[in-house]
């Protein structure tokens, strides 16, 4: 008998985006290998798998997929566990915008300006660029309150149970919210403080935490 195929998620273990991907993989309950690529550091390895030199890419016997958007909706469609992805389409609807929200308005202000200052370059004993940091800062201000607005009165976006738009986002906000200057920001806004506290108090979360 032929045993499946394995699965392979090629990321950089510093990777925000690699950490959602890992995320869905846990919270599906697949077992996975990991292959340790750096972008930065290695961009013509990145290359081979990813044409932009990028990561995450997984790669399913066969089959290879680049994309964080692309790779969580595949993970939750091509194996069995809990549905990732409501059925509603308000539901769902709300779940596509979060996560374009998170790519579009959210990652660059608090993961590259602010938290990479603020948090990665110090730890890694790299010179940090405040002005940067301040600027990522001030333009985190409105992403989080879109979010806050966006968030509910319920546990998750969009329903009772986790859906891609929270395994999307969350190690976007996790990383903002090291620095003490996005933790305080954050605390301001109370739904979303407590739908990431909710987000990491799930196994997968504490899993899958790259720091």
């Known amino acids: 008998m032929t045993s499946p195929p394995r699965v392979t998620l090629h990321g950089y273990q510093h990777s925000i985006?690699?950490?959602a991907a890992?995320?869905?993989l846990s919270e599906k309950g697949v077992d996975w290998d990991w292959v340790e690529v750096d972008p930065f550091a290695e961009p013509e390895r990145a290359a081979r798998r990813h044409p932009?030199?990028?990561v995450p890419v997984?790669?399913?016997?066969?089959?290879?997929l680049y994309e964080t958007v692309a790779i969580v909706q595949y993970v939750d469609e091509a194996f069995p566990g809990p549905a990732l992805q409501p059925t509603d389409?308000?539901?769902?609807?709300r779940m596509r915008q979060v996560q374009a929200i998170a790519d579009a308005y959210a990652y660059w202000p608090m993961v590259r300006m602010l938290y990479?200052?603020?948090?990665?370059r110090p730890r890694h004993g790299e010179e940090p660029d405040r002005t940067?940091?301040?600027?990522g800062l001030a333009r985190a201000r409105p992403v989080l309150d879109a979010l806050e607005a966006l968030t509910g009165e319920g546990p998750f976006f969009g329903g009772a149970a986790p859906s891609l738009a929270d395994l999307h986002l969350a190690p976007i906000v996790a990383a903002f919210a090291e620095a003490p200057e996005g933790g305080a920001l954050l605390a301001g806004r109370r739904r979303l403080?407590?739908?990431l506290e909710t987000m990491q108090a799930r196994p997968a979360f504490r899993a899958t935490r790259p720091w």
């Open 22 to 24: 890992r995320l869905a």
């Open 58 to 64: 997984l790669v399913h016997g066969s089959f290879a």
């Open 193 to 195: 403080k407590a739908w």
């Open 116 to 120: 990479s200052n603020r948090v990665f």
């Open 17 to 19: 985006y690699a950490w």
């Open 132 to 135: 940067e940091a301040r600027e």
């Open 52 to 54: 932009f030199a990028k």
């Open 89 to 93: 389409p308000q539901a769902r609807g």
